[in-house]
C-alpha cells in the first residue's frame, strides 16, 4: 500500500498497472523462499538482461537508502525503493517486468526473480502491516472481468492508496469518465 504523500507523475503508471487476468489458475510461487538472502546486487545478477540499466538503478537506490529509519537493512530498504523506481520508457521499469513475470502462466519466468523476490519480500514482512481497506482505481471499466462480490487473486504487487482524494487526482482515477474502483480489504497491507 502507498499512502498519499506522493506526487510523481510517473506513479500514475504504477497505480494505473492491474494487468491481465488469468483465465486460469496459477501455480503457486514456489522456490524462492529457499533462495538465499544476498545483498541488492548480487539479487539482481539474474535480471540483468530482463530489466534494462538494473545495475545502475541499484547504485542510485542504495545511494539514497543509507541509513533507512524504518528499521529495515539498507538492502531491504533499497530492493523496495527499486520496485518503486520508474525507468524511461516505462516499460523497462522493474515493477513493470516483475509484474509481467508474476502474472504469466510460465512460472519458470520467475526463476531469475528468486533473489530478488527473498530479499523484498523479507523487507516487506519487516515492516508493519495495516488491517484497512484500501483503494486502487484505473480508468478503465472492467466489470466484466472483475464481477462485484467474487474474489481474485492478484499475482502481482499492487499499488494502493487508502486516500480518495489521491486516486481523484487526474494522474489516477480522475472524477469522470469510464473507471473501476477496487475496494480491498487488506490485513498485510504496507506503506511503503
Same mark, same amino acid.
Given at each position: ?94 515493477? $513493470? +517486468?516483475?509484474?509481467? #513475470? ?5 512460472? /519458470?519466468?520467475? =526463476?531469475? &526473480?528468486? @533473489? ?21 482505481? $484505473? +480508468?478503465?471499466?472492467? #466489470? ?5 462480490? /467474487?474474489?481474485? =487473486?492478484? &499475482?502481482? @504487487? ?35
Amino acid at each position: 500500500m502507498t499512502s498519499g504523500r506522493f506526487n510523481d507523475k510517473y506513479s500514475a503508471l504504477r497505480f494505473a498497472d492491474v494487468g491481465a487476468l488469468s483465465k486460469r489458475m496459477l501455480a503457486p510461487i514456489d522456490g524462492y523462499e529457499k533462495a538465499p538472502l544476498v545483498s541488492l546486487e548480487e539479487a539482481v545478477k539474474p535480471l540483468v538482461k530482463i530489466v534494462p540499466k538494473v545495475e545502475r538503478n541499484v547504485f542510485i537506490v542504495k545511494q539514497n537508502c543509507q541509513e533507512p529509519e524504518d528499521g529495515l537493512t539498507t538492502d531491504e530498504s533499497a530492493a523496495i525503493m527499486l520496485y518503486t523506481y520508474e525507468s524511461m520508457p516505462h516499460e523497462d521499469s522493474l515493477y $513493470v +517486468k516483475l509484474n509481467d #513475470s508474476l502474472r504469466s502462466e510460465q512460472r /519458470k519466468n520467475l =526463476i531469475p &526473480w528468486f @533473489f530478488y523476490l527473498r530479499l523484498i519480500l523479507t523487507a516487506l514482512t519487516r515492516l508493519p502491516s495495516e488491517c484497512s481497506a484500501i483503494l486502487r482505481g $484505473v +480508468k478503465e471499466d472492467l #466489470s466484466t472481468e472483475y464481477s462485484k462480490g /467474487k474474489t481474485f =487473486i492478484w &499475482w502481482g @504487487f499492487s499499488s494502493c492508496t487508502s486516500s480518495i482524494e489521491v486516486l481523484e487526482n487526474e494522474q489516477f482515477f480522475g472524477k469522470t469518465g469510464n473507471r473501476t474502483l477496487f475496494q480491498i480489504h487488506s490485513t498485510t497491507a504496507k506503506d511503503i
